[in-house]
């Protein structure tokens, strides 16, 4: 029997950085693995949007609205890091492209936008928001074995985004995703958060992932054979059947 699953942080080709995913296609395999519904969670923008839209409602798919951003550390001496804004209504697309045409207008250095995290306080309406697993700011210091600074991290959230903030959880063959799971885990129970099981989607088939590798050298001006190249993704990151999501994380069924 085909389990529930809809997959909540898909890069498109819009994506510009490391995306492959076409949206056509992403809603025909929606639509053949039974969900219900998809999100295109493109990197700091929107371009997308309204093709994924006019397309995911042609063939009787939920469009879900979301943007990975970076966010501002509490500590200003620490690099940014990723945050999931998911639009729940319209009040929430508004503030999503509010959100986003600040930090281009105010806050765009050496090609990357970054929200403060003051702009989200006062503008988050309508809004949901996923801990972006270990690229989070939760996350990172569950990593580094600071339980207690990601406790207080995710409280910050949590307060933030009172209609949900959850706990993204990923296995995508990488060294330290178990350890993020764990802390994760006990996080979830002392605060009482939900947790979200995600595959970070870069490319629609396994067969696909040499593509998107050709497609982040031509971003990152490398060689696929340079050594200093950066080597952020894995094979496990393509759009997975509902079966295999739940086959994955069997253990946390909730997720």
Known sequence: MTQSFVHLRVHTEYALV?????????????????????????????????????AATARGIKPI???DVWVEDLDPTIEPSLLVLIAQRQAGYKALSRLLSRGYSENHHN??????????????????????????????????????EASRRAVFWQE????????????????????????AVQLSDELGLPLVATNDVRF???????????RVCI?????????????????????????????????????
């Not at 629609?204 to 050709?214: G, I, P, S, T, Y």
């Not at 696929?224 to 086959?247: C, G, H, I, T």
């Open 160 to 183: 933030l985004f009172p209609e949900g903030y959850y706990l993204e959880i990923q296995r995508l063959d990488r060294a330290n995703d178990e350890h993020h799971i764990a802390g």
């Open 204 to 214: 629609l088939k396994a067969d696909e992932f040499e593509a998107h590798e050709v």
């Open 219 to 255: 971003h990152q001006g490398r060689t696929l054979d340079d050594p200093r190249r950066e080597k952020r993704y894995s094979q496990a990151q393509y759009f997975k059947s509902a079966d295999e999501m739940a086959q994955l994380f069997s253990d946390l069924p909730e997720a």
């Open 18 to 54: 490391d995306g492959t995913v076409r949206i056509k296609p992403l809603i025909d395999a929606a639509r053949t693995g039974g969900m219900p519904a998809v999100a295109t969670s493109d990197l700091n923008n929107l371009f997308g949007l309204v093709k994924f839209y006019k």
């Open 65 to 67: 609205v979301a943007c």
């Open 111 to 148: 090609g990357r936008m970054i929200l403060k995290r003051s702009w989200i306080q006062a503008d988050s309406e309508g809004l949901l928001a996923l801990s972006a697993a270990a690229d989070g700011d939760v996350g990172k210091a569950i990593v580094s074995g600071q339980l207690a």
